[in-house]
């Protein structure tokens, strides 16, 4: 009995369990959460595959579309070539018909004899009779033959089909170009791209430096709603340097149902006499095939006589060979060349000094204020290079940008004081970098489309900035408040106003910005109001400069020239016809044209003195020209491919260039 009493004592009373199945709980529930994390994990790692593999999809397909592009231009290309050599042909078999009818009825050689063929298609009815030869009986070899009358018949079929042909290739051709805008209007704004893009997309496919490009070069894609009808000639290993001065002659196509154009490559200095062909459509300053007469839209469409000293001795002969020039008139690098105008007295002397290597193309050059720092723009990076050694001192990459795709810097500018770096790209955002932190200070947003141009005034408050979604916008770098300059008078034939080129004057009081319709546009900073519109030019508008007095304008265009405008006390002017309640008849006046381009003008800039005005272009050539004269003092060919973008230093005789051929240029000028 104890026993089992005793027994009962000596067990533990009963109580809440210990805190062991606690701890077995919280175990389990920390297990279930890291595996619930390591899926979490595996998921997120899938979903960035998944998101690599698309964005490369995506490339993949947009590479895909260009090749496609590429393609179908070749194809149009060689229907063109087809079309020509066949035309070529006919040609020739009615000639040497000609020749044998001639013979037939003994005409002498050389004498004038019937046309057979397409030049003999005229009012229907039978031909009349040649002139009888003396001695020559009529017979077989007589002009009435059957043979020769089927074969008119035949000859006048086929001008007929050829017409036929040529009317529906030119319907094909317009019916493209309204399906490529329309398209274009239709795609969404992150894949939108404006026809700016020679300025890099045409270069993208070029050979790497060193390498003799091809005709492939020499075939880029017209801009802007044109469709080339011909092959550009070949370069051969000796031409991708142009060492004879012959850039590849890529002429415009000649708008659809004009007359074929039969203008002959003019050479080095001269540009294609006006009255041969009419490559431009009609439009605002551009002349229709009726006559010379400028349109009178708006007042600045009056033009002053322009001085044209170019055709009294400005420009170098056609026939220039660089090799026959005499050494006081040349230059020669191991791989540059300079020729001086032999026509007008020497004062400038140019020398290479440093050649900046990149990764790509080099779309933009900007030197800082005082001229101690060139910064250049490529894909994805823009680079800082000391100008008197020629080192790279900064590399300014933005990190969090997408790595799909390129991502071309298409314009860069320092700030006054040498702070900060101003980049725009293709991301449509404008990046305020402070240089010595190698850090973004700002970002810009609000452009619709790429950003290809920057300025800032001189006082460093303010930033002008020009995209292809047709406005300039005037930034604050203080506040960070913008102001949009909006093109609304887009001309109805050139349609797409996207901003180029765009400059602030010396004063702070201007805007100019050219245009791809053709127009360069000025506007008042303080208000925001369009206050002149400048016309003259036939083809887009690529670049836009003052000159340090504020009292000139230059502009370069797609039409091969260069353009000086009178724009001194412009803005009193428009205030002093305002408060008048008067209208400003005369506006402002081109005074002076820049004639000696081969091709594409796509850089202007006016030297700190105001001494020269230099361009660069797609014929791969720099030419220095007097301010104030307007004639060529220089030519300086050093680039192997588009010379796209050029400055010259504010501190000094120092000239910058960037080109296709994914190399800048540091160049010393010097007066003599």
């Not at 506040?479 to 602030?504: E, M």
């Not at 120092?654 to 994914?662: E, K, Q, R």
Request: with cysteine; charged share 25%.
């Amino acid at each position: 009995m104890s026993s089992t009493i005793y027994n009962h004592r000596s067990l533990q009373p009963t109580v809440p369990p210990a805190q062991g199945p606690n701890q077995h709980s919280h175990a389990r529930l920390n297990e279930a959460v890291d595996t619930i994390r390591q899926e979490f994990d595996v998921i997120s790692s899938d979903l960035g595959i998944l998101r690599n593999q698309r964005d490369e999809y995506e490339s993949k397909v947009t590479s895909q579309i260009n090749e496609l592009n590429i393609v179908r231009q070749s194809l149009y290309e060689l229907e063109s070539q087809h079309g020509k050599i066949r035309q070529t042909y006919e040609e020739e078999l009615s000639r040497l018909r000609g020749e044998l009818h001639a013979l037939r009825q003994g005409v002498p050689a050389g004498a004038p004899h019937p046309p057979v063929g397409p030049a003999s298609v005229g009012p229907s009815g039978p031909p009349a009779p040649p002139p009888a030869v003396p001695g020559v009986p009529p017979g077989p070899g007589s002009y009435n033959e059957p043979y020769y009358s089927r074969d008119r018949e035949r000859e006048r079929e086929r001008e007929k089909d050829r017409e036929r042909a040529d009317r529906e290739r030119e319907r094909e051709i317009r019916d493209r170009q309204r399906e490529e805008r329309d398209r274009d209007r239709e795609r969404p704004p992150a894949e939108a791209r404006d026809s700016k893009r020679i300025k890099t997309e045409r270069m993208k496919s070029d050979t790497r430096p060193g390498k003799p490009f091809t005709s492939s070069s020499a075939r880029s894609p017209p801009p802007h709603g044109y469709y080339t009808t011909s092959f550009s000639p070949p370069l051969s290993a000796t031409d991708h340097y142009s060492p004879s001065l012959q850039p590849p002659n890529a002429k415009l196509p000649p708008v659809p149902g004009a007359p074929p154009a039969l203008t002959t490559f003019q050479g080095p200095g001269l540009p294609p006499p006006p009255a041969a062909h009419a490559p431009y459509p009609p439009g605002p300053g551009n002349p229709s095939p009726a006559g010379p007469a400028e349109p009178a839209a708006t007042s600045s469409s009056s033009l002053v006589p322009i001085n044209n000293a170019q055709s009294g001795g400005g420009q170098f002969p056609d026939d220039l060979d660089p090799h026959n020039v005499p050494p006081e008139l040349k230059k020669e690098g191991s791989d540059w060349f300079a020729v001086f105008n032999g026509k007008v007295k020497r004062v400038l002397d140019v020398s290479l000094v440093h050649t900046l290597m990149h990764e790509s193309v080099v779309c933009c050059v900007r030197f800082s204020a005082d001229g101690k720092y060139l910064a250049t723009g490529c894909n994805r990076t823009a680079q800082i290079y000391d100008t008197k050694t020629g080192v790279k001192t900064c590399v300014l990459t933005d990190e969090s940008a997408g790595k799909a795709g390129d991502l071309y810097i298409r314009s860069v500018c320092f700030s006054p004081d040498g702070k900060y770096l101003a980049t725009g790209a293709e991301d449509k955002q404008i990046r305020i970098w402070d240089i010595a932190k190698k850090r973004i200070r700002n970002v810009f947003d609000g452009h619709q489309q790429e950003i290809y141009s920057l300025d800032f005034s001189l006082d460093g408050r303010l930033i002008v900035s020009g995209s292809g979604d047709k406005t300039a916008r005037i930034w604050d770098m203080v506040d960070g408040s913008s102001k949009v300059l909006t093109i609304n008078d887009a001309d109805p034939v050139n349609n797409d106003a996207g901003v180029t080129s765009v400059a602030i004057s010396p004063n702070g009081q201007l805007v100019a910005a050219g245009s791809l319709d053709t127009v360069v546009r000025i506007w008042d900073v303080g208000t925001g109001s369009l206050i002149e519109r400048l016309r003259g030019h036939r083809d887009s508008v690529y670049s836009v400069a003052f000159t340090p007095d504020g009292k000139g304008l230059v502009s370069g265009s797609l039409d091969k020239t260069l353009k000086y405008w009178d724009v001194s006390g412009l803005l009193a002017k428009r205030k002093e016809a305002a408060a008048n309640g008067k209208k400003d008849d005369k506006g402002s006046q081109c005074t002076m044209n820049f004639l000696g381009h081969t091709d594409y003008v796509l850089s202007v800039a006016v030297s700190h003195d105001g001494q020269w005005v230099v361009s660069g272009s797609k014929d791969r050539g720099v030419q220095f020209w007097d301010s104030h004269t307007a004639t060529t003092q220089c030519m300086l060919q050093g680039h192997k491919n588009s010379v796209i973008s050029i400055d010259l230093s504010p501190a000094g005789s120092i000239l910058a260039t960037g080109s296709g051929d994914w190399q800048a240029r540091i160049w010393s000028y010097t007066n003599i």
